[in-house]
Nanobody, 118 residues
Framework: QVQLVESGGGLVQSGGSLRLSCAAS????????MNWYRQAPGKQRELVAS???????NYADNVKGRFTISYDNAKNAVYLQMSSLKPEDTAVYYC????????????WGQGTQVTVSS
C-alpha cells in the first residue's frame, strides 16, 4: 500500500520559514516524479515544485528563489524548504508522487496546512 505522509506545516509570520517533509512508503522513490502542490481556499490546486531522482528540479514562478525542494533517497523522503514566506503562500500543501510512464500510479498525501500571518 502506497502512503505519502506530510508534516511540518503550521503558523508562521510573514518573512518566516518552514520546512515541509513527505515520507513515502510503498513506492520506489527514484522511479517517481515527486511534487509539492498547494491549494488555497477558493482556488485551484497549483504545482509548487517538482523533483526527479536525476536531479531535475522545477519551481512555480511565484516561489522561485524562496522555496527549495530536495529529497533523501535513503529515507524515501522529499522536502520543501520555504523561506521569505508571504500571506499569499497560505494554503494546504500536498505531496504527490506520480510515475512518468504508468499514469494510474499517481499518489497524494493528506495535506498539511501552512498559514502565513501578515
Amino acid at each position: 500500500q502506497v502512503q505519502l505522509v506530510e508534516s511540518g506545516g503550521g503558523l508562521v509570520q510573514s518573512g518566516g520559514s518552514l520546512r515541509l517533509s513527505c515520507a513515502a512508503s510503498g513506492i520506489i522513490f527514484a522511479d517517481y516524479i515527486m511534487n509539492w502542490y498547494r491549494q488555497a481556499p477558493g482556488k485551484q490546486r497549483e504545482l509548487v515544485a517538482s523533483i526527479v531522482s536525476s536531479g531535475n528540479i522545477n519551481y512555480a514562478d511565484n516561489v522561485k528563489g524562496r522555496f527549495t525542494i530536495s529529497y533523501d533517497n535513503a529515507k524515501n523522503a522529499v522536502y520543501l524548504q520555504m523561506s521569505s514566506l508571504k500571506p499569499e503562500d497560505t494554503a494546504v500543501y500536498y505531496c504527490n508522487g506520480h510515475h512518468p510512464y504508468y499514469f494510474n500510479q499517481n499518489y497524494w498525501g493528506q495535506g498539511t496546512q501552512v498559514t502565513v500571518s501578515s
